[in-house]
């Protein structure tokens, strides 16, 4: 389990990233993504976020989506050279536009869970491979994925990748991995997806890429980098969403300690402390880590004051709106599918709620 590691408006970081990845199904407000594309670019490292948003590509956006991979693989490139976020705005907004799929992302869920082959198909698929890999190849025809996962684990990541993409080839006349990542995960959770719906993924139809507008991008840094006199004040201002109430069934870091709660009123020092922009300004104050107390420690009195004067946040005086906004419970929806249909359903969720009479 990770251990928990709160952002530069201290939510837990592995939320954010599945809010956003929700936010992005559920089609929710440019003005919402774009919160969240400068909240991870304030609190990930520069690799980190930009292969975080190709991750979500890969897992969801792989199949039926000409180019789309590529393109994505390239903004996130520029944005390592230069750190400029409007790079990863335009991967956001244009991943929004795309076709989701959920085998991906289901595959991924499941993966290491070491599971069993439950089922036997007695009409089988037939190849001209290896007979070994039959049970494979139907278990994807058969869009079994609990089988797929136990097929993989059993002959390993690789030798299925590699069996996986020619079979591919064989099957679509197309190399389903050639605009894919290196990560073998992640290649190996797309060519599985696009095999489960390989005539959606060879029918695709190309898109015009949308141009991220920078007035958007500058409205959100505004809000974060205009100062509030009282610090008190600094995180109801900063906050501007909460993050998704219901996620998938991986391991969340909020898991990771006793209480969340605790942690934030207390401890969210420490807890944020390796967050990119966090770990800067403790650094600059001569400020260490203390595993023990759960805190962190300054040289001197004249150190720590002249800090909290600069970036106290006072999660302990917050309202209670605004710290529900990261320690509202969740719900642990443990079928990946139920949890990308429910994403799905947001979209319509989201415009209702925000019609009036």
């Given at each position: 389990m990770e251990t928990l590691r709160l952002s530069e408006n201290l939510y837990p970081v592995d939320e954010i990233y599945y809010t956003l990845l929700r936010s992005l199904l559920g089609k929710l407000s440019t003005r919402e993504i774009t919160y969240w594309i400068c909240e991870l670019a304030r609190t990930d490292t520069v690799d980190g976020v930009a292969d975080g948003l190709v991750y979500i590509a890969c897992i969801v956006y792989s199949v039926g989506n000409p180019g789309l991979i590529e393109y994505v693989r390239k903004k996130a490139a520029r944005y390592k050279q230069d750190h400029d976020e409007i790079h990863l705005l335009a991967i956001a907004q244009n991943i929004r536009c795309g076709s989701p799929n959920p085998h991906g992302h289901a595959l991924l869920c499941i993966l290491d869970l070491e599971l069993d082959i439950t089922k036997v198909y007695k009409k089988t698929i037939e190849h001209s491979l290896d007979r070994k890999w039959t049970g494979l190849f139907t278990c994807i025809q058969n869009k079994d994925m609990h089988g797929v996962s136990a097929y993989i684990t059993h002959f390993g990541y690789e030798e299925s990748l590699e069996v996986l993409t020619e079979w591919g080839k064989q099957v679509t006349g197309q190399d389903l991995s050639e605009d894919l990542p290196p990560d073998i995960t992640l290649r190996l959770a797309s060519v599985v997806a696009r095999m489960f719906d390989y005539e959606a993924h060879i029918a695709g139809k190309r898109r015009l890429r949308i141009a991220p507008k920078q007035k958007e991008l500058?409205?959100?840094?505004?809000?974060?980098?205009?100062?509030?006199?009282?610090?008190?004040?600094?995180?109801?201002?900063?906050?501007?969403?909460?993050?998704?109430?219901?996620?998938?069934?991986?391991?969340?870091?909020?898991?990771?300690?006793?209480?969340?709660?605790?942690?934030?009123?207390?401890?969210?020092?420490?807890?944020?402390?390796?967050?990119?922009?966090?770990?800067?300004?403790?650094?600059q104050f001569g400020a260490v880590k203390d595993h023990n107390s759960l805190s962190v420690k300054f040289p001197g009195d004249d150190e720590l004051e002249a800090f909290y004067e600069l970036y106290c946040r006072d999660f302990d005086e917050q309202s209670k709106c605004v710290q529900d906004m990261s320690l509202h419970p969740i719900e642990k929806i443990i079928c990946p599918y139920q949890w990308y249909n429910r994403s799905m359903e947001n979209t319509l969720t989201e415009e209702i709620s925000t019609m009036s009479i």
């Amino acid at each position: 389990m990770e251990t928990l590691r709160l952002s530069e408006n201290l939510y837990p970081v592995d939320e954010i990233y599945y809010t956003l990845l929700r936010s992005l199904l559920g089609k929710l407000s440019t003005r919402e993504i774009t919160y969240w594309i400068c909240e991870l670019a304030r609190t990930d490292t520069v690799d980190g976020v930009a292969d975080g948003l190709v991750y979500i590509a890969c897992i969801v956006y792989s199949v039926g989506n000409p180019g789309l991979i590529e393109y994505v693989r390239k903004k996130a490139a520029r944005y390592k050279q230069d750190h400029d976020e409007i790079h990863l705005l335009a991967i956001a907004q244009n991943i929004r536009c795309g076709s989701p799929n959920p085998h991906g992302h289901a595959l991924l869920c499941i993966l290491d869970l070491e599971l069993d082959i439950t089922k036997v198909y007695k009409k089988t698929i037939e190849h001209s491979l290896d007979r070994k890999w039959t049970g494979l190849f139907t278990c994807i025809q058969n869009k079994d994925m609990h089988g797929v996962s136990a097929y993989i684990t059993h002959f390993g990541y690789e030798e299925s990748l590699e069996v996986l993409t020619e079979w591919g080839k064989q099957v679509t006349g197309q190399d389903l991995s050639e605009d894919l990542p290196p990560d073998i995960t992640l290649r190996l959770a797309s060519v599985v997806a696009r095999m489960f719906d390989y005539e959606a993924h060879i029918a695709g139809k190309r898109r015009l890429r949308i141009a991220p507008k920078q007035k958007e991008l500058e409205e959100i840094r505004q809000i974060y980098n205009t100062d509030s006199e009282k610090y008190w004040n600094r995180l109801a201002r900063l906050r501007l969403y909460k993050t998704a109430d219901f996620v998938g069934p991986k391991t969340w870091m909020r898991y990771s300690v006793k209480s969340l709660y605790q942690a934030s009123l207390y401890s969210w020092e420490y807890y944020c402390y390796d967050s990119k922009l966090w770990t800067e300004r403790f650094q600059q104050f001569g400020a260490v880590k203390d595993h023990n107390s759960l805190s962190v420690k300054f040289p001197g009195d004249d150190e720590l004051e002249a800090f909290y004067e600069l970036y106290c946040r006072d999660f302990d005086e917050q309202s209670k709106c605004v710290q529900d906004m990261s320690l509202h419970p969740i719900e642990k929806i443990i079928c990946p599918y139920q949890w990308y249909n429910r994403s799905m359903e947001n979209t319509l969720t989201e415009e209702i709620s925000t019609m009036s009479i």
